[in-house]
């Protein structure tokens, strides 16, 4: 089965930092846009970190800008989200997506969207709880 695995979520005090990890399984990242998506409680789902698949176009959310850093390594099939200083308004369920460099680039895949459009990738993850609270 080709699927996604968010891991890395968790509970910090603001300030605190976490690593989010989204692996392919049966699914080889290599060819594919990754995003790095959240949903907050009554809120749309919308784009934080996207990067494409030969690292030249990577976009961020201007929330995010400065404290969250995404990378690949491809050796591990794996693409992480660093998240720093991070604050109450970030606590959100992150899931990871994953698209088809032909299709889209990083700047596409996390471009804010309108709720009666909403994005949808070849594949989601099923998310990881981000919890920043004191």
């Known amino acids: 089965q080709l699927q996604l695995v968010e891991s890395g979520g968790g509970s910090v005090q603001p300030g605190g930092s976490l690593r989010l990890s989204c692996t392919g399984s049966?699914?080889?990242?290599?060819?594919?846009?990754i995003g790095w998506f959240r949903e907050a409680p009554g809120k749309e789902r919308g784009g934080v970190s996207c990067i494409s698949s030969s690292w030249n176009n990577i976009a961020y959310a201007n929330s995010v800008k400065g404290r969250f850093t995404i990378s690949r390594d491809k050796a591990q099939n794996t693409v992480y989200l660093q998240m720093d200083n991070l604050k109450p308004e970030d606590t959100a369920v992150y899931y990871c997506?994953?698209?088809?460099?032909?299709?889209?680039?990083?700047?596409?895949?996390?471009?804010?969207?309108?709720?009666?459009?909403?994005?949808?990738?070849?594949?989601w993850g099923r998310g990881t709880q981000v919890t920043v609270a004191s």
């Open positions: 997506a994953a698209e088809r460099d032909v299709i889209t680039t990083a700047t596409t895949m996390c471009q804010v969207r309108s709720p009666t459009d909403p994005y949808e990738p070849d594949y």
């Open positions: 049966g699914l080889i990242l290599d060819h594919y846009v």
